[in-house]
């Protein structure tokens, strides 16, 4: 990361404002402005961690605010510690420090043992612009809370980025769900992120889950989930290009002469929308795309030269090649809308699973028309499976959705992810 001080802009400083935030040194605006408001908080920080209090965060302050980023502290035990009392001191529950310390027997806790506390507030930042990096940040959380979570790598993004997945339960039951395919709807990982953390707390807990029972999914179903599937173009969106980036005279003459991405990217580094670029009436979406005048890589609707020939739309096809989902999810943003359909391919099941999770969720069941009704992710899954495929429009507005939008696009979709997860062990014929 990059040394923080007074004056910068950035999504790194919204990340360090929100842990800040949930520590209680810093009091204002999750805004990604380093004013006074944060340096006044910095220098606390730095005074609490006998550090130099020069309001700069630094290697050594990064250092120190890791356990906070990470929502976990490595305690060393002392005699009579019990995990209730641990946890009365870091404000958290101990059956949380029981998830986090498997094949540690909290009745024969040994003085000098060192063990993985978590905090009492939750990892996955919901109030920040939604980086990789921040993505990468959350799943070590995660993991370090939850190491019963799977985590492992799709593929690599154009520029070598990992395309993280991870994993809850160990049913026969094999589910997908996919979000930021579009760079533009990075609103859609944290949605999953939470979804992710919130199903494992629960599931570490015993406790009810908006209404289910995270055990019984674990043990009926597997929820396989790539959050960002589109690194890199999240990144030219949120943090802008960098002069590093092999493609950057190329990408500025993509975006019409623009260095501003925030607005209109779509594509991945290279300029291709993946969601257009999977191997389901392709040629049919290349010629919708000619037909708007796109006849190369630009901020959108862009297909490829072939489909797959993206590494990202390529590890996601193998990624579900080597699996066998009986159900997928497609997140993107905007509309309140959910798709169904693929050229008549669909099975019998689709709409009325469709018509349950259009309920769940209170968006529309819909038929996708023009060029969106091609090349889709979704679209390649029921040509290739003839089984459920769905894409989730989330939420509503002008792309990008302000992170603003999060609490209520999470409250509508949490019951159909968890619908979603079981709905097909409802129709065998999935």
């Known amino acids: 990361m990059r040394i923080l001080r007074y004056g910068m802009r950035g999504a790194d400083v919204m990340k360090i404002q929100s842990v800040l935030k949930k520590t209680g040194f810093y009091t204002g605006a999750v805004d990604g402005i380093y004013g006074p408001v944060m340096r006044s908080a910095v220098y606390s920080f730095q005074k609490a961690f006998g550090l130099k209090p020069d309001g700069v965060i630094g290697a050594r302050t990064y250092n120190a605010l890791q356990r906070y980023i990470t929502g976990a502290d490595r305690y060393t035990v002392r005699p009579g510690d019990t995990y209730s009392g641990i946890a009365q001191r870091y404000y958290t529950k101990p059956e949380l420090i029981a998830a986090a310390n498997p094949g540690t027997d909290p009745r024969d806790l040994r003085p000098g043992q060192v063990i993985t506390v978590p905090y009492g507030y939750d990892v996955v930042d919901t109030d920040i612009d939604y980086t990789y990096d921040a993505l990468q940040a959350d799943i070590r959380g995660l993991k370090a809370r939850y190491p019963f979570i799977e985590t492992g790598s799709a593929g690599k993004s154009a520029l070598g980025r990992d395309l993280t997945w991870l994993k809850l339960g160990s049913g026969s039951n094999q589910v997908f769900y996919s979000a930021a395919i579009h760079a533009l709807e990075w609103i859609t990982a944290p949605v999953m992120m939470k979804f992710i953390e919130d199903f494992s707390k629960a599931y570490a807990a015993g406790t009810d889950f908006a209404g289910y ?23 030219l969106v949120i943090n802008g290009l960098k002069p590093t980036n092999p493609n950057y005279y190329k990408l500025i003459r993509w975006n019409n002469g623009s260095m501003d991405f925030s607005s209109d990217w779509e594509a991945n580094n290279n300029g291709v929308d993946l969601n257009h670029n999977f191997d389901a009436a392709w040629e049919e979406s290349k010629e919708a795309a000619e037909a708007m005048g796109i006849t190369g890589p630009g901020p959108t609707r862009y297909p490829g030269p072939y489909p797959e020939s993206e590494p990202e739309s390529r590890a996601l096809a193998d990624f579900t090649r080597g699996r066998d989902f009986r159900l997928v999810l497609a997140y993107h943003t905007q509309g309140e809308v959910i798709y169904w359909t693929f050229m008549g391919l669909e099975p019998p099941e689709s709409k009325p699973i469709g018509e349950r999770l259009a309920e769940a969720s209170g968006y529309e069941l819909a038929e996708p028309s023009g060029i969106t009704a091609y090349g889709g992710y979704k679209d390649w899954f029921i040509k290739e499976f003839r089984r459920p495929g769905y894409t989730v429009e989330a939420g509503l507005g002008r792309n990008p959705l302000p992170v603003s939008q999060f609490r209520r696009i999470y409250a509508d979709n949490l019951p159909l992810l968890l619908l979603a997860s079981v709905i097909t062990l409802e129709n065998p014929g999935g």
Do not use: F
Not at 213 to 235: F, L, Q, R, T, Y
């Open 213 to 235: 029972d995270p055990k019984k999914i674990w043990e009926s179903s597997a929820i396989h989930i790539i959050p960002m599937a589109n690194p890199d173009g999240v990144d």
